[in-house]
Each structure stands twice: as structure tokens, then as C-alpha cells.
């Protein structure tokens, strides 16, 4: 099965400053979705981005999605301590949903 | 409205002992998965139910584990003879189908002494 492939694993920005990750993977999706998980509370779903869709938006996010080289962005703007967790990128295309390392973003006050 | 429900939170167990973790997705969500994830690392996957029957088992490590639906909605994951290296939070997620985000519980963490 595939999983994501985030990069980079480690990221440590500024308060205020924007977060870029990327996600590579291999074979076809039907979507591509992106969690967060933040130390003591569980994951949560931030968005989902269909095969057939190029660019979304959700709040502070900003998810693309370019098929023909197999990879995803995810853009958190004016990042805030808050947004300190771990990101992953999820490509769907069978069944299961499988989960890489994910990005681990640490947000300075 | 109500999340996912993973019972119990914590479990202490005994090595070569017998478990079951509970999961009550949300109503109406068809689809269920299982994961666990170990300190550090990503959720593996382990299981993946659509309705009552498991579609994708090939998660599950070895024959000790196991995992049932009998009414297409809470689900039980079963662990047999217990070892130390089956510690880990394990994640249930509960989502409407294909295309649908999925909605994860807050995790079971099991350790086994």
C-alpha cells in the first residue's frame, strides 16, 4: 500500500511566520488528505483534496495538489504556537488510508 | 454530536494475557479503521471495516490479533497472548466511505508489563 511521504520531517518556525510542507507518493488517488496531531489530543482531519482539484483552501490553509508529479503542499499562514504538532499526508486510492512519519512542526512563541 | 468512543483509555495488562479494545464510530459511518502508533512514529494501519465485514485485514501483524463488526457499527479489536511489543495507542477511526475524512477517537493506550 502507499503512504505519504512527508517533507520536511522537522520544521521549526516563528510565531507569524508560514509553514510549507510537502507530500510526495507513488501511485494514483482518488484524494489526497492532510491531519494534524497535537501532543495529548488525537488527530484531526484538516482537509481533503479530490484528484480533480487542484488548489483548496480552508482558513489558514492552503492545500495543492499537482497529479502529474505525485505530490501535495500544505501552507499554514501566520502560524501560531497553537499549530505546533505533527502533519501528515494521507493519499487515498484503495482501501486502506496509511499514515507516513509526518512533518513535525514546531511553532516558537 | 458525539465523536468516536474508544473504550477503555488506558489498559495495564500482563504479558500473555488476553485484551479487547472498544470502538463506537460515529452513527451512520459505515467505514472503521483500526491503527496503532508507537512513540514517535505514525499510525500504522491495521484494519479496515466497510459495514461488518473487514475489506482490508493485511494490517493486522500476526494471527493474535483480530478484529470483529457484527452489526456494521462498534467494533472490537482482540489481541491474544499479549506481549510487550504490542504497547501502543491504538486508534480507531470512523468515516461516511470513499472520499469521506476520517473521524479518530482519542486512542486506547495499552501497555503490557
Known amino acids: 500500500s502507499q503512504q505519504g511521504e512527508e517533507d520536511p520531517q522537522a520544521l521549526s518556525i516563528q510565531e507569524g511566520e508560514n509553514a510549507t510542507m510537502n507530500c510526495s507518493y507513488k501511485t494514483s488517488i482518488n484524494n489526497l488528505q492532510w491531519y494534524r496531531q497535537n501532543s495529548g489530543r488525537g488527530l484531526v482531519h484538516l482537509i481533503l483534496i479530490r484528484s480533480n482539484e487542484r488548489e483548496k483552501h480552508s482558513g489558514r490553509l492552503r492545500v495543492t495538489l499537482d497529479t502529474s508529479k505525485k505530490s501535495s503542499s500544505l501552507l499554514i499562514t501566520a502560524s501560531r504556537a497553537a499549530d505546533t504538532a505533527s502533519y501528515f499526508c494521507v493519499p487515498y486510492g484503495n482501501n486502506r488510508l496509511a499514515f507516513g512519519k509526518g512533518n513535525q512542526v514546531v511553532v516558537i512563541p | 454530536g458525539a465523536g468516536v468512543s474508544q473504550t477503555p483509555s488506558n489498559k495495564v495488562t500482563e504479558k500473555g494475557k488476553y485484551v479487547e479494545l472498544r470502538c463506537d464510530p460515529i452513527?451512520?459511518?459505515?467505514?472503521l479503521y483500526w491503527y496503532r502508533q508507537s512513540l514517535g512514529q505514525g499510525p500504522e494501519f491495521l484494519i479496515y471495516?466497510?459495514?461488518?465485514?473487514?475489506?482490508?485485514d493485511s494490517g493486522l501483524p500476526n494471527d493474535r490479533f483480530f478484529a470483529v463488526r457484527p452489526e456494521g457499527s462498534v467494533s472490537t479489536l482482540k489481541i491474544q497472548r499479549t506481549e510487550r511489543g504490542d504497547s501502543a495507542v491504538y486508534l480507531c477511526?470512523?468515516?461516511?466511505?470513499?472520499?469521506?475524512?476520517?473521524?479518530f477517537g482519542n486512542g486506547t493506550r495499552l501497555t503490557v508489563t
Open positions: 471495516f466497510q459495514g461488518t465485514g473487514a475489506a482490508d
Open positions: 477511526a470512523s468515516s461516511l466511505g470513499q472520499d469521506s475524512p476520517l473521524h
Open positions: 452513527s451512520g459511518h459505515t467505514a
